[in-house]
Nanobody, 123 residues
Framework: QVQLVESGGGLVQAGGSLRLSCAAS????????MGWFRQAPGKERAFVAA????????LYADSVKGRFTISRDNAKNTLYLQMDSLKPEDTAVYYC????????????????WGQGTQVTVSS
């Protein structure tokens, strides 16, 4: 079992930056993939970015490519999402999740989830 706890959300003006963190504990595997998803009110949970726990492979949603950066610190068992040039449409609850399955963009393929952290971008 994997436990995930997000932090770092908040209120920011458009064009600003935030860094989200996700502390992982419990069982970890070298083939684990960590992902960030977001869910805005009235919308489905959407893929944001993912990274392998070991190695350098990353994947981003087109909507955040070039503005968001996913990274991890294996020594601290922590996943990060650096969000720059934020837009009002980035407003959502952000979740981190883990999977060992191949479809990184599919939330139904993720087994463990954090509780979420709210990000609000004002215009």
């Amino acid at each position: 079992q994997v436990q995930l706890v997000e932090s770092g959300g908040g209120l920011v003006q458009a064009g600003g930056s935030l860094r989200l963190s996700c502390a992982a504990s419990g069982r970890t595997f070298s083939n684990l993939v960590m992902g960030w998803f977001r869910q805005a009110p009235g919308k489905e949970r959407a893929f944001v970015a993912a990274i392998r726990w070991s190695g350098s492979s990353t994947l981003y949603a087109d909507s955040v490519k070039g503005r968001f950066t996913i990274s991890r610190d294996n020594a601290k068992n922590t996943l990060y999402l650096q969000m720059d040039s934020l837009k009002p449409e980035d407003t959502a609850v952000y979740y981190c999740a883990s999977t060992q399955r191949p479809r990184w963009v599919d939330p139904t393929h993720y087994d463990y989830w954090g509780q979420g952290t709210q990000v609000t971008v004002s215009s």
